[in-house]
């Protein structure tokens, strides 16, 4: 069985600064899951490693769609799979890195064959989302799928919103398509899955720093030239952290501190509810409880070492 490392971690937690290291030192490819990083627009917004991070190990999946494209699960995973199994062929380690739980999810334990949800179906879920509120979200889908709304926190945006989604869009409750069609994993292989889960308070800081150094190398005017393209508002890309915030400033409602101020604390938001999935739906093989650095690489060099010598053969 073929190996792939995995390094989940919320935004700003220093994980592709880890995926670069490891990659370095195993021969390794970096791929992406991050859903917002795979748009070739979004590049500042959404922290996508600089040229110089990209040439510095082999990189896969980032900034390869445009966004007038929706990237679904399903999407990712077919790309990431020829992406893993391309690594394989010429005998480098995959090293698969992002925050979207789902992407994750999926890639380990496969996805249930749900047909693709219409772009104003997942636009539907999440406005719905945003105006309720976690809590009241649940309320609103447990009339329509009891088990997914007693299954999933409130503060799981992504599983939520996918289950209203597909209930939306095919009418049945997303434990309805994965009992009839249940998933396999699509790929014969062994996970090591490393967790990178600062203390709170560190990753807001350092979510903070982030975003004051993305709107002095030009975040404002990435979004109004995202803006000049008058893409539906419902694909994936316009709803990114930050879009909507600083747009609110490009279009005169507000001034740029307060927008500058709510896109930062939507980025904190975001942090919270990826860390709120890790803890609730992966049990890593090794965890990191503190922002990346060095200091880490001995640790995390013997875990993989470990790892890849003792993986089934």
Request: overall charge negative; glycine content about 6%.
């Amino acid at each position: 069985m073929s190996s792939v490392v995995i390094i989940a971690g919320p935004t700003a937690s220093g994980k592709s600064r880890m995926a670069i290291d490891v990659a370095r030192q195993f021969d390794g490819t970096v791929i992406n899951a991050d859903s917002m990083q795979v748009y070739r627009e979004l590049d500042l917004l959404t922290a996508r490693p600089p040229a110089d991070d990209l040439n510095a190990a082999e990189h896969k999946l980032y900034g390869v769609l445009s966004a007038s494209e929706a990237c679904s699960v399903g999407r990712w995973l077919q790309m990431a799979t020829a992406e893993i199994e391309g690594a394989w062929s010429k005998n480098r380690l995959p090293i698969v890195v992002g925050g979207t739980g789902m992407y994750i999810k999926a890639l380990m334990e496969g996805l249930a064959p749900i047909p693709d949800v219409p772009v104003a179906a997942r636009g539907e879920a999440t406005e719905l989302y945003e105006r309720l509120g976690g809590e009241e979200f649940v309320t609103v889908l447990a009339k329509f799928d009891t088990d997914a709304a007693s299954r999933i926190p409130p503060g799981d945006r992504q599983r939520l919103i996918r289950a209203y989604e597909v209930l939306v869009a095919t009418g049945r409750t997303l434990s309805e398509w994965q009992a009839e069609h249940p998933a396999t994993p699509p790929l014969d292989a062994d996970f090591a899955v490393i967790a990178v889960t600062p203390e709170r308070a560190d990753l807001y800081a350092s979510v903070d720093a982030r975003f004051d150094t993305m709107m002095a190398t030009g975040a404002l005017d990435e979004v109004a030239r995202l803006l000049e393209l008058n893409l539906d508002p419902a694909l994936p890309a316009m709803k990114a952290i930050g879009v909507k915030e600083l747009a609110a400033h490009l279009s005169g409602e507000v001034d740029l501190p307060t927008a500058t101020a709510n896109a930062a604390q939507a980025t904190r938001n975001f942090a919270k509810r990826q860390l709120t999935w890790l803890r609730n739906q992966v049990t890593p093989d090794l965890e990191i409880s503190a922002q990346y650095s060095e200091s880490f690489r001995e640790e995390i060099f013997s875990f993989i070492r470990h790892f890849m010598l003792t993986r089934h053969s």
